[in-house]
């Protein structure tokens, strides 16, 4: 998920279960700790295939977390002037940092939680990775927080010398409570969002196997900031690619499109080569090949089909373009993150509102039409 929201998380589980043993400090030593993983964001300065190769890497590994949550608990331990408490310090680090992977697994972009030992790209599918009630639950819980745990300081003589603190136990109690439901409303949340994926998964399957198409794999993603619209991407035996939508509120039959993909034998050279298994790696094999005259040779393009628009369902947002050459080499790769080109934001949205709340992007009641063949 976005970062403002892994700290927002962060400082749910600060407020909710350490604070009144560590101090003010364990809030803002939450935010951080929550958001460092995100560090490695800066592979988006270098290119998409940094990014797509780095980008919740080494900074969301589970073991690398355990290693770093002592020496960030030891932070925590010499900035807070409370002592004998390191081991809270520690274990604080340690939740915000595994809170912050599993966050991440929950989400349909793929992550890396057990290198050094697999490089596996693990991926829930759970809840979008911006998602409304995660961020408003959690950002609720921090304002909350901070108003009940607002302490009133004034005299008639020197504030800072004679302070008179006016404190109040109960609301700290108060807000202690709202940091620990918060933190498990979303787990709740999360909870239900993976019994919903596994309904529409179930729902998908059946229209296809409805239409005749047996399929090897079936995924659900949750389209942005809910669990109600999904992103429908199966693949059969041969490669072919079915895409569809799908409204848990509104539900319509499933109008699959249908990506055709080249045979291996057709792409070796571009799929066998490093930036082709990469990529084929990226789009955890949710991915067509196509081949297009460019010139005296080839342009074979790879699209991840996991994410596509509401507007342009056809165009993939996620693609690596190789120039081959007559006998066969690649000459040339260009790859493109977030091809969004000529498509409207307001139509995007108008599009994802009709599709959560009447079951198809165009919100017309014209039935819905399988399209022909890519």
């Known amino acids: ?57 080494y ?5 690398v977390m355990l290693l770093a949550a002592p020496l960030l ?32 697994l929950v989400t349909s972009w793929g992550t890396m939680p057990l290198l050094p030992f697999s490089n596996a790209r693990v991926s829930w599918d759970v ?45 700290q109690r108060v807000g202690d ?51 109600i619209a999904w992103n429908i991407v199966a693949r059969d035996a041969d490669g072919t690619i079915y895409n ?12 699959f499109r249908k990506y055709r993909t080249l045979p291996h034998e057709e792409a070796r050279t571009v799929l066998d080569s490093p930036e082709g298994r990469m990529f084929r790696w990226y789009s955890q094999n949710m991915f067509i090949a196509n081949r297009h005259p460019d010139g005296d040779g080839w342009r074979v393009n790879l699209e991840d089909r996991r994410f596509f628009t509401m507007t342009r369902p056809d165009r993939s947002q996620f693609v690596m373009a190789f120039t081959e050459a007559p006998d ?11 091809a969004l080109d000529g498509i409207s934001l307001r139509d995007e949205l108008d599009g994802l509102w009709n599709l959560t709340w009447r079951g198809r992007p165009d919100a017309t009641a014209a039935p819905i039409v399988p399209p022909s063949d890519q």
């Open 1 to 57: 998920m976005d970062t403002v929201t892994h700290s927002l998380v962060g400082s749910a589980i600060s407020d909710g279960w350490f604070r009144k043993r560590l101090g003010p400090i364990a809030t803002p030593f939450a935010l951080v700790a929550s958001a460092l993983p995100d560090v490695d964001i800066f592979t988006y300065l270098i290119s998409p295939e940094s990014a797509w190769m780095h980008h919740r890497g």
């Open 59 to 63: 900074t969301h590994s589970f073991f």
């Open 73 to 104: 608990g030891l932070a925590g331990y010499f900035i807070s002037r409370r002592r004998g408490e390191y081991w809270r310090w520690a274990l604080l680090a340690l939740l915000c940092l595994y809170a912050h992977t599993l966050i991440d």
């Open 127 to 171: 809840a979008p990775i911006l998602d409304i009630f995660v961020t408003s639950v959690t950002a609720a819980s921090f304002v909350l927080n901070r108003i009940l745990r607002w302490e009133r300081v004034d005299t008639f003589i020197n504030p800072l010398r004679y302070p008179v603190v006016h404190r109040h136990p109960r609301r």
């Open 177 to 227: 409570r709202v940091g620990a439901v918060a933190t498990v409303l979303v787990v709740v949340y999360l909870l239900l969002g993976w019994h919903q994926n596994w309904q529409t998964v179930k729902i998908a399957r059946a229209a296809l196997e409805s239409q005749g198409v047996t399929a090897t794999e079936v995924r659900a993603l949750p389209i942005m900031f809910t669990y």
């Open 244 to 255: 569809a939508v799908h409204s848990s509120y509104a539900p319509q039959p499933m109008a």
């Open 328 to 338: 066969g080499t690649i000459t040339g790769v260009h790859s493109v993150q977030a």
